[in-house]
């Protein structure tokens, strides 16, 4: 009786790679990116939204994030720091989604049919990732690299200013939506594209409600947050300029102000 | 009194230099349980005998009559009349060879994909008739069971926008097979064996989850955690 452990069995194949493992990475690269992306999205909509409890709590976060409370003293190189990672993975984000873009005439319109005839909510959310993402090629650089080289100038009045004095509103108004409807669709793809429902019809019912109720949260908090820019803005448009002094918080730093 | 219904159906035959394509409208009265197989049988047997569309089982086992019904993917034979409007539209296929009208060639294109894909069973190379099969486990005979119900009839491929988009994407069926040979233990190969075949754009990592498959799979495959657990484990492949 040979006891000897059997061979191990042959593979049919090459033992030579012939496939590169870059596809692998580029996906996962894509949706980690997404990943990172949208939820820094969520997060960052809840420190901007503290505008709407007060001037002063804005004024907290803000001076937080530059090391305020820690150092003694605000370093706004540590936001711009953040920014450029975001800038980043942004940048990184939109080379590798842009891959899945419709790359000619032909491709747009095969795709428009079949959205169109379907009448499939996956596909045509879709379409409107392809063009909230299209939209922020050109709308977040704005935004990102005036934080990158002003990170300074966030404050109640900075902001406020900003929006209204400066013109930002109407941009990002729309990055806004933009970015709300983009980043909901890109986190509820992500879960659908991971992970493996046992049951995927009554999985994707709530995902679904999870993800349209989180996208309706976080756009009425932005439309009230830009709301509250807008009116602070408009109050202190005579002002333009002026930095912001707290008025209710401990330790308040000896900041030069204009006056 | 049972409903008039009135069936746009697509007609075109590509053999013939003068056809062109276009749609003719058919009305015809419904009749209790009329599934489209019916309907289609008997405009054909009373008002266009000319008129192409394929069946075989008529039982939702073959795959053959897979069409679009009002723009969706679905068998002909499983569908009922009652079930749609009274306005009908059919069309065949998109993404496939047509033959004619309704008529579209999902063998061609199958067979490509099954070639391209390696999707038949590689065992070591020491199969005997006369030695009794390996046991195998039931639990694993009935997931390979459960992915073996899939009957190439092309609905997937017809109700993915990434298929209809980029050609060589081998689609929710072309997965599956994949996920049903990994799951084969006679079949002797790797991850990255299998990630030689689906490890790209045109496989598994082109698959943007817009689940067109998983909804319109006349047999309720479970497509989407098929792809999901695909792509899980040949992600890996990257490192």
């Known amino acids: ?58 004024w907290t976060v803000a001076r937080f994030f530059e090391g305020y409370f820690i150092f003694g003293r605000p370093y706004p190189g540590l936001v711009s720091l953040v920014v450029a990672l975001v800038f980043a993975v942004l940048v990184l984000h939109a080379f590798l989604a842009l891959r899945k873009f419709p790359g000619d005439w032909t491709q747009y319109t095969v795709f428009w049919r079949h959205a169109g005839r379907l009448g499939h909510g996956d596909t045509r959310l879709w379409l ?24 300074e100038l966030i404050g109640p009045w900075e902001s406020a200013d900003r929006v209204w004095s400066g013109g930002f509103w109407p941009l990002y108004l729309v990055l806004l939506l933009a970015v709300e409807l983009h980043g909901g669709v890109g986190l509820y793809r992500l879960a659908v594209k991971w992970i493996g429902f046992r049951d995927p019809a009554s999985a994707r019912r709530r995902l679904l409600f999870l993800k349209w109720g989180m996208t309706v949260f976080f756009l009425v908090l932005g439309l009230f947050s830009l709301a509250a820019y807008v009116k602070l803005g408009m109050d202190h448009a005579d002002q333009a300029g002026e930095r912001y002094r707290p008025v209710g918080v401990w330790n308040a730093p000896v900041q030069e102000t204009r006056t | 009194m049972g409903r008039r219904l009135t069936l746009t159906v697509f007609r075109h035959n590509p053999r013939e230099a003068s056809s062109r394509p276009g749609t003719r409208d058919y009305v015809l009265d419904e009749t209790p349980g009329m599934t489209l197989f019916v309907a289609l049988g008997r405009i054909r047997d009373e008002q266009d005998p000319g008129l192409n569309f394929d069946f075989v089982c008529r039982a939702g086992v073959c795959g053959s009559c897979a069409m679009l019904i009002n723009g969706r993917p679905g068998l002909a034979c499983r569908t009922l009349t009652a079930a749609l409007p009274e306005r009908i539209s059919l069309f065949p296929l998109p993404g496939f060879e047509l033959i004619g009208d309704l008529s579209v060639n999902t063998g061609k294109w199958m067979r490509a994909m099954s070639e391209r894909l390696r999707a038949w069973l590689h065992d070591a190379g020491d199969a005997d008739p006369d030695r009794l099969e ?32 980029r050609p060589d994407f081998v689609g929710a069926v072309g997965l599956n097979k994949i996920a049903r040979f990994h799951l084969d233990p006679r079949d002797v190969r790797s991850d990255a064996d299998f990630y030689e075949v689906v490890g790209d754009d045109s496989g598994v990592f082109g698959c943007m989850s817009l689940l067109g498959c998983q ?19 040949l992600a890996r492949q990257g490192w």
């Open chain 2, 134 to 165: 390996a046991p195998m486990e039931p639990a694993t005979a009935e997931a390979i069971y459960e992915l073996e119900r899939c009957i190439e009839c092309g609905c997937c491929v017809a109700g993915c926008g990434t298929a209809q988009m």
């Open chain 1, 1 to 58: 009786m040979n006891n000897a452990p059997p061979a191990p069995r042959p593979s049919p194949f090459s033992p030579f790679r012939r496939t590169s493992p870059w596809p692998a990475r580029l996906d996962l690269l894509q949706s980690g990116s997404g990943l990172f992306l949208g939820l820094f999205m969520w997060a960052h909509m809840g420190f901007v939204s503290t505008i709407l409890i007060s001037p002063d709590a804005f």
């Open chain 1, 128 to 151: 409107l990732q392809v063009a909230t993402g299209f939209a922020m090629f050109f709308l977040a650089p704005v935004h990102l690299y005036q934080m990158l080289v002003h990170p």
């Open chain 2, 215 to 233: 909804d319109v799979c006349p047999k309720g495959l479970s497509l989407q955690t098929q792809i999901a657990w695909l792509r899980r484990t």
